[in-house]
């Protein structure tokens, strides 16, 4: 079921995004800088019908692939824009209240994705994390880090106060440790949702060349953007 709405959208759960950072560049006068920023956060009227335009496709291909590949799942996905003044481009895969998936997306990020390739990807990349329970995932291996690392350090006798702080470190490794792995997931699946939707995900990958590379480090949350691009090369060889 298609809902698209534009409200400042509060995040109810854990989420995972896509966000990119704009490079540092000399500081114009003050009256151009503001029309730069505009420009770079606020989407024009044909970029946000490109976006409604988008929705319509990739929304209900992602539902019937959700519905085909999991039970017990709520499957109907409504699209936000997240108004919130926000500078940087991001997108990212929520739950409200009663379990329905959300699909954010803030103005930055429709403003500045370059095709509808690279939208349509990072929406059928979004929405493979609800089918793929990456969620439910990060939250329980965030749970299983803080009890083992808290456990470990009550057993040593610290302080309640240490207790408290290994287990928050437990929780921040457990969540981390699988994000990679959630990541490089969701890109195989979305580039299945994109295809099948009528885009192209070998161009709409070409997302990942207009963002910071986190490289390969220990405990990142995102992989290196050469793995992704090349598991969507891989995926979209073999439909």
Do not use: W
Not at 23 to 29: F, G, L, R
Not at 198 to 221: K, S, W
């Amino acid at each position: 079921m298609r809902k698209l709405i534009c409200a400042s959208f509060l995040v109810l759960a854990g989420c995972v995004s896509t966000t990119t950072t704009q490079s540092p560049s000399p500081q114009p006068s003050q009256p151009q800088a503001q029309s730069a920023q505009s420009k770079a956060t606020t989407p024009t009227a044909a970029q946000v019908s490109r976006f409604k335009t988008v929705v319509s496709r990739v929304e209900p291909v992602a539902e019937r692939m959700c519905r085909q590949q999991t039970s017990n799942l709520n499957c109907d996905f409504k699209v936000v824009i997240d108004d919130r003044p926000q500078k940087s481009p991001n997108a990212f895969q929520t739950i409200d209240k009663s379990g329905r998936p959300i699909l954010a997306f803030n103005l930055p990020m429709i403003a500045q994705v370059r095709n509808d390739d690279e939208l349509a990807f990072v929406m059928g990349h979004e929405a493979a994390h609800h089918i793929e329970r990456h969620l439910d995932q990060q939250r329980n291996n965030a749970m299983a880090g803080a009890i083992i690392l808290g456990g470990l350090a009550a057993l040593t006798g610290a302080s309640s106060g240490n207790v408290d702080a290994a287990a928050d470190l437990g929780a921040n490794v457990g969540a981390r440790s699988y994000s990679k792995n959630h990541e490089l997931e969701a890109d195989a699946l979305g580039t299945v949702i994109t295809r099948y939707a009528g885009y192209n995900p070998v161009r709409g990958a070409e997302f990942f060349t207009q963002i910071p590379d986190p490289g390969d480090r220990f405990l990142g949350t995102h992989p290196p953007n050469k793995s992704r691009i090349e598991t969507v090369r891989r995926v979209n060889a073999g439909l």
